[in-house]
């Protein structure tokens, strides 16, 4: 007896082939969305110190206020873990297209509102706290925004580019700097500081509208990506991605969270508190210290992509490894830079962001890298975040409390201590785990 294999039946339809998305498609996609997050984060960091410790903390001494300015800040790195969670439930629920849709609209509209609010002056306490709730959820919006854009670049790259895919969306921090920086200094070649303070201000928060509408014309331009595609065809998809991670993921949560930790203290030094600094201690004109802001930004971004190329030929764990021991030099000699005059802090941002960008640029590919297609947008966007409040939430508060107690070698220590920490981590960590 033969066995013979069943021929198809004559009426039935051929499948319809799977879309896929361009590679241009896919990066513009993972830039674009990375870089409205980041531009809506960081236009509330630089308000955070050049206006709203007058407007919405006027009570307080001046370094109270920016203590308080900096509080309201670090809210944000807190919502994020609880974004990541909800967020990520949906990204490895429904999908990851929808669930970016939906992150771009929450940080966005929580953003808008921001520039629409009353001052301490005209409503009293309740302005700070509408501040405050604001702020929860910008990091709300970001927390579900990282993860699912990473997994959109990664996702799609071919063999042998993952880094260099998932560079991509790391590049939003700096272009989101750029671009936030950029607009205060504009405002301010056109009306004075007390017109910023009165109403300039707002504009970059309502001009983050326009930025919303061209992101949502752009993420719904994007097909599912292939990996959550294969998971849905092989009915991989678990009911509650959160608890399959925890249940079966915790060392991968626990040791990338602290291989991030250094990235985000040197990000947050190197920006938000160096901006302070530079305007309430060294006393630099509001120009001057957002000229600083740009210049970290460019260099920022023209690191990235260099330590894309680098993290997939010379291998992405040895990269990090690498910039790892360098930043932990480089807190040695943090606090000379930061109190010998203008010169020496423009050495200090070009060397902390190339140093950052070094960092950033891996860090997206390294985190996504122990999960598997059914936890990782939930894996990925949690060990970000919380790393977010452990290295960058308070980072500001501490630095400034440090300098302000100890003495700038003080917050040298900070630094070189996370390293230390991310250092160990990734040691930890096995070769498929970064």
């Known amino acids: 007896m033969t066995n013979a294999m069943p021929s198809a039946s004559p009426s039935a339809e051929p499948l319809a082939p799977v879309a896929t998305n361009s590679p241009a498609r896919v990066l513009t996609a993972s830039l674009v969305g990375t870089t409205i997050e980041f531009f809506d984060f960081y236009v509330y960091a630089t ?34 873990p609880l974004g990541a969670i909800v967020f990520g439930h949906f990204g490895d629920r429904v999908g990851r297209k929808t669930t970016l849709v939906a992150a771009l609209l929450t940080m966005g509209i929580s953003t808008v ?26 990091g709300f919006g970001l927390g579900g925004e990282w993860g699912g ?63 919303i509408a ?43 969270t602290f291989v991030a930790l250094a990235t985000f203290v040197l990000f947050y030094i190197g920006s938000a508190y160096l901006l302070s600094y530079n305007i309430k201690v060294l006393k630099m004109p509001f120009l001057d210290a957002l000229e600083v802001q740009i210049l970290g930004s460019i260099v920022f971004g023209l690191a990235i ?42 050495i200090f941002v070009v060397l902390a962001m190339v140093l950052m960008g070094m960092t950033y640029g891996l860090i997206g590919t390294a985190l996504a890298a122990p999960f598997p297609t059914a936890v990782r947008y939930t894996g990925s966007s949690i060990t970000f975040n919380l790393a977010g409040i452990f290295g960058a939430s308070l980072a500001p508060y501490i630095a400034t409390y440090l300098q302000a107690n100890y003495g700038m070698t003080y917050v040298g220590y900070y630094l070189g201590l996370s390293a230390v920490i991310t250092l160990a981590c990734i040691l930890l960590s096995g070769k498929d785990e970064v």
């Open 214 to 256: 061209i992101g949502l014309w752009v993420r719904l331009s994007i097909t599912e990506t292939p990996a959550f595609q294969k998971a849905i065809d092989k009915h991989e998809r678990v009911e509650v991605p959160v608890a399959e991670l925890f249940r079966k993921h915790k060392r991968s949560l626990f040791l990338g």
């Open 47 to 80: 308000a955070a110190v050049l206006v709203f410790p007058t407007l919405f903390f006027p009570n307080s001494d001046a370094t109270t206020a920016l203590l308080a300015s900096f509080a309201t800040f670090s809210i944000a790195f807190f919502a994020r």
């Open 113 to 138: 509102v921001i520039g629409l609010l009353p001052s301490y002056s005209q409503i009293g306490v309740l302005a700070p706290l509408l501040l405050a709730l604001c702020r929860f959820g910008q």
């Open 149 to 211: 854009a990473v997994l959109l670049a990664t996702e799609n790259a071919p063999p042998g580019k993952k880094t260099w895919y998932g560079m991509f969306p790391q590049l939003g921090a700096p272009v989101g700097l750029f671009l936030s920086s950029g607009v205060f200094w504009i405002l301010l070649h056109f009306i004075s500081q007390e017109a910023l303070l009165s109403w300039g201000w707002r504009v970059p928060f309502l001009a983050s509208i326009l930025l």
């Open 305 to 346: 992509p260099v330590i894309g190329k680098l993290g997939d030929r010379f291998g992405r764990r040895e990269m990090l490894i690498l910039t790892t021991v360098l930043i932990g030099l480089f807190s040695f000699i943090l606090p000379s830079l930061m109190t010998n005059g203008e010169g020496a802090i423009f």
